[in-house]
């Protein structure tokens, strides 16, 4: 009878002994590769929520940008541009300029490839004396914005004022006592009343715009303009000295002015919901990396625990199978087998333990996972190398755990043995 019908025999004698000792090793596995998964799955998981994380974040970024663009649309325009004779000291003690430009200028610079600046508007401003008001107004003359043709249209911050209609400022619909769709003359003509502006506390409270042509008739300044407003980009390289050099070289004769507070305020606006954006996938991963600490932690400790209580089981069984053995461990040893002999039975029993605990253990920690987490996922996750350290593991486990027992038995005095019994 060679070893191996020796260590089938004891199995088959002793069942209870050998379940008890597979069981151990089962849920060290199994524990094992339950906290291997949970991590492992923790971290994918993680990526996944990251990835969508940012994907809702891009779409709320765009949405976010575009309230941010409508807000910042009321700000206005935040360049100026102007003819380069134009005294800026006149300028601001008229309030509008008293130089003038060919209407044209603008289709050159919207036919252009200028990326730095959009939404163009074209107008005519000129402080006058309302002959049948008797009132001294800024008249405005406007066509709305000319689209850059080279640019997917946008929604434009400023419409046309309709040909025929005026817009008042507050301090003129409000004195005159006029609103929307009354009718009144000016300067000789008759136009309706198209808008009735809330108070802005500046010189548009005592402006009226109308359409350009119009405007050009009345101050009988026929395709001209004195001014053209712009909306600077919030982007890489678009520093004012660029922008004035890019538009004068399109424009010769030309100086353009730049509203700061305007540019600062526009410029904050969008670098806070990129911010924000950033910080919400930044709280999200820290949350994931503080959750991940917590169960590492855990398993740090509950691991160790139950492989150390696992291989003192496993310890006190083969030292009980021992005991129970002498007799027959005795009469192997009378009959001539060897220390080495008797090594070998237990600790084959022991490999026996460890390689069919290591796998079941596999098996069910990924049962268990597929239960409590997802088919795919855990499949994803699961590969040869968890197989490999299944059954390294569990069978380190099981001879570690036995040598001593194997050891002691295999070292007993037969002489001794049989006489005792």
């Not at 089938?8 to 050998?18: A, G, P, T, Y």
């Not at 006058?128 to 249209?153: A, Y």
């Not at 004195?175 to 009343?193: A, I």
């Not at 027992?405 to 001794?416: E, H, M, N, T, Y």
Request: glycine share 6%.
């Amino acid at each position: 009878m060679n070893i191996w019908q020796l260590v089938v025999k004891e199995i088959s004698r002793r069942k209870m002994n050998f379940s008890l000792g597979l069981v151990s090793v089962v849920i060290a596995v199994t524990t094992l590769m339950g906290a291997l998964i949970l991590l492992r799955a923790h971290d994918v998981r993680t990526e996944q929520i990251v990835a969508q994380k940012e994907e809702e974040t891009k779409q709320r970024m765009v949405l976010m940008q575009d309230d941010y663009r409508k807000i910042m649309k009321k700000l206005g325009f935040n360049l100026l541009i102007l003819p380069k004779d134009q005294q800026l000291a006149d300028l601001y003690a008229n309030d509008y300029a008293s130089k003038y430009m060919p209407e044209d200028y603008v289709s050159a610079l919207s036919a252009s490839k200028i990326m730095s600046i959009r939404h163009l508007l074209p107008s005519l401003q000129q402080k006058i004396k309302w002959p049948e008001k008797q009132r001294t107004i800024i008249l405005i003359g406007t066509r709305g914005e000319v689209p850059f043709l080279h640019r997917d249209p946008k929604e434009p911050m400023l419409v046309a004022v309709p040909k025929g209609t005026m817009v008042l400022g507050y301090e003129l619909h409000q004195s005159l006592n006029l609103k929307q769709g009354d009718k009144v003359r000016f300067f000789g003509q008759d136009f309706m009343v198209h808008q009735c502006n809330e108070e802005r506390g500046s010189k548009d409270d005592i402006s009226i715009w109308i359409d350009l042509k119009q405007a050009q008739d009345i101050l009988n300044r026929p395709d001209q303009v004195n001014a053209i407003l712009a909306l600077k980009c919030i982007c890489a390289g678009d520093d004012i000295s660029l922008i004035r050099k890019e538009i004068t070289a399109i424009l010769p004769g030309t100086q353009v002015i730049e509203q700061g507070t305007k540019v600062i305020t526009r410029a904050e606006a969008r670098e806070r919901a990129a911010q924000e954006a950033e910080e919400a996938i930044g709280a999200e991963i820290q949350n994931r990396e503080k959750l991940k600490k917590e169960r590492e932690t855990y398993a740090s400790i509950m691991v160790p625990l139950v492989l150390i209580a696992c291989g003192v089981w496993i310890f006190l069984l083969f030292l009980s199978n021992v005991r129970d053995r002498q007799s027959e461990i005795g009469i192997f040893r009378a009959i001539g087998v060897r220390a080495s002999g008797i090594l070998k039975i237990f600790l084959l029993k022991a490999l026996l333990i460890g390689l069919i605990g290591g796998f079941l253990g596999f098996i069910i920690g990924i049962f268990s996972g597929i239960v409590f987490l997802d088919l795919r996922l855990v499949l994803s996750i699961v590969d040869f190398r968890f197989l490999l350290l299944a059954i390294v593991l569990s069978t380190l486990l099981s001879l570690l755990a036995s040598w001593i027992p194997a050891l002691l038995a295999s070292q007993q005095d037969p002489a001794i043995v049989l006489r005792e019994e």
